[in-house]
């Protein structure tokens, strides 16, 4: 019996021993998409290291939290994982998620990564514990804005945005870097999201002539955007950011999408490197598109940063991770004293169809 004592609190303390790293993003909702992406991406990861040996020796368990894009649900997620022992999030997807959410883990003591939440503020608060593998609207913009000045000198421009801190962030660095330019907007409007008829909005940038709409927000209002303003008649090109990166815009747009414009960063699924585990991804069914690798590189980080620490105390991890840089899916990556990752910039691309039918997002030529 004491051999069998022995045994059980030895098996206790290896179990007990696992770590803890949630992840929170919109799991179901109009948002799904990108959840899933966080999702795969992090237990695609968490499952490559733990095959490895895991982190210092301890094996990854990832626990999933559901904010439905919400930041009243995005704070009940984190108040959860605070209760669960949680140490490590990756997430949250939506800025406006991110930022209430982060405060919340401060205070607790978990270190959080967001694969996804481009929002400046998210960083810029001085919080100890908050980093992200993505980019920055106020980076994104001055590349989204340079481009609209360069190419659509003389036309039209309306700037509509959802009124969330990502999307008329977004609409704003954006417009700011434009109109520095010496081009201004002939409209700047706010919809709702979980809007679903645009027609006053279409019939208000028909009657002024609009033939490029920059949209600040995400792909679910784009898609219906696109799809009811070829409906109407209206001739102009969505530009947007990386908030339409999913290839369910051109299900809901149908083929108006088709030389719809965004920015995001170099995809890494394009990259020789990635080649193996993109095709891990499609193995098991799913296509590793947009914040999925990002995310996978979000749990690399926490995992070579705890190696470099020696530790699992997030404070501990977070002090390695501004003073190291880290190989991962989306390349050698360091980060700034602020959380911020040091990233190749923002670039252009375009949805068009491909060989087998679909349309999805290239970089432009």
């Given at each position: 019996?004491a051999?069998?004592?022995?045994a059980?609190v030895?098996?206790?303390?290896s179990?007990?021993?696992?770590i803890?790293?949630?992840?929170?993003?919109?799991?179901?909702?109009?948002?799904a998409a990108?959840?899933a992406?966080?999702?795969?991406?992090?237990e695609?990861?968490?499952?490559d290291i733990?095959?490895a040996?895991?982190?210092n020796?301890?094996?990854i368990k990832v626990?999933v939290g559901?904010?439905?894009?919400?930041?009243?649900?995005?704070?009940?997620?984190a108040n959860k994982?605070?209760a669960?022992?949680?140490?490590?999030?990756?997430?949250?997807?939506?800025?406006?998620?991110?930022?209430?959410a982060?405060e919340?883990?401060a205070?607790n003591?978990i270190?959080?990564?967001?694969?996804?939440?481009?929002?400046?503020?998210?960083?810029?608060?001085?919080l100890?514990?908050v980093?992200?593998?993505c980019?920055?609207?106020d980076?994104?913009?001055?590349?989204?804005?340079?481009?609209l000045a360069?190419n659509f000198k003389d036309?039209?421009?309306?700037?509509?945005?959802?009124k969330?801190?990502?999307?008329q962030g977004?609409?704003?660095?954006?417009?700011?870097a434009?109109?520095?330019?010496g081009v201004?907007?002939?409209?700047?409007?706010?919809?709702n999201?979980?809007?679903?008829?645009?027609s006053a909005?279409?019939?208000?940038?028909k009657?002024a002539?609009?033939?490029?709409?920059?949209?600040?927000?995400?792909h679910?209002?784009?898609g219906?955007?696109?799809?009811?303003?070829?409906?109407?008649?209206?001739?102009?090109t969505?530009v947007?950011g990386d908030?339409?990166?999913?290839?369910?815009?051109?299900?809901?747009a149908?083929?108006?999408v088709?030389?719809?414009?965004n920015t995001?960063?170099?995809?890494?699924t394009l990259n020789?490197?990635n080649k193996?585990?993109v095709e891990?991804?499609?193995a098991?069914?799913?296509n590793?598109?947009a914040?999925?690798?990002?995310?996978y590189a979000?749990m690399?980080?926490?995992a070579e940063?705890?190696?470099a620490a020696?530790s699992?105390d997030?404070q501990?991890?977070?002090k390695a991770?501004?003073?190291?840089t880290?190989?991962?899916?989306l390349g050698?990556?360091?980060?700034d004293?602020?959380?911020d990752?040091?990233?190749p910039?923002?670039?252009?691309?375009?949805?068009?169809?491909?060989d087998?039918?679909?349309?999805?997002?290239?970089?432009?030529?």
């Open positions: 019996s051999v069998a004592l022995t059980l030895a098996f206790s303390g179990a007990w021993a696992d803890t790293i949630g992840v929170a993003g919109p799991v179901t909702g109009p948002n990108f959840g992406q966080l999702q795969k991406g992090a695609q990861a968490a499952a733990n095959a040996g895991g982190i020796g301890e094996q626990v559901d904010d439905v894009s919400d930041p009243k649900q995005g704070i009940s997620v994982f605070v669960d022992g949680v140490k490590f999030v990756i997430g949250h997807f939506n800025s406006g998620v991110s930022i209430p982060s919340v883990y205070e003591g270190l959080e990564i967001t694969p996804a939440a481009t929002n400046p503020v998210f960083t810029e608060r001085g100890w514990n980093f992200r593998t980019g920055r609207d980076q994104q913009g001055v590349v989204a804005g340079k481009f360069d036309a039209k421009i309306a700037v509509v945005h959802d969330t801190p990502y999307g977004l609409a704003d660095e954006t417009k700011k434009m109109n520095a330019a201004q907007e002939v409209m700047y409007e706010g919809v999201i979980g809007d679903k008829d645009f909005l279409i019939g208000k940038m009657e002539g609009v033939t490029i709409i920059y949209w600040g927000g995400l679910t209002e784009a219906l955007i696109i799809r009811q303003a070829a409906d109407q008649g209206l001739k102009a969505l947007s908030g339409i990166v999913s290839n369910e815009l051109a299900s809901i149908g083929d108006a088709a030389g719809t414009l995001f960063g170099p995809d890494p020789p490197a193996e585990l891990k991804f499609k098991a069914g799913f590793p598109e914040y999925t690798l990002y995310s979000a690399q980080v926490i940063a705890a190696k020696n699992t997030p501990e991890v977070a991770i501004k003073a190291n880290f190989p991962t899916a050698e990556m360091g980060f004293d602020k959380g990752p040091k990233l910039g923002y670039i252009i691309y375009e949805w068009v169809k491909g087998d039918g679909k349309y999805t997002y290239k970089p432009k030529a």
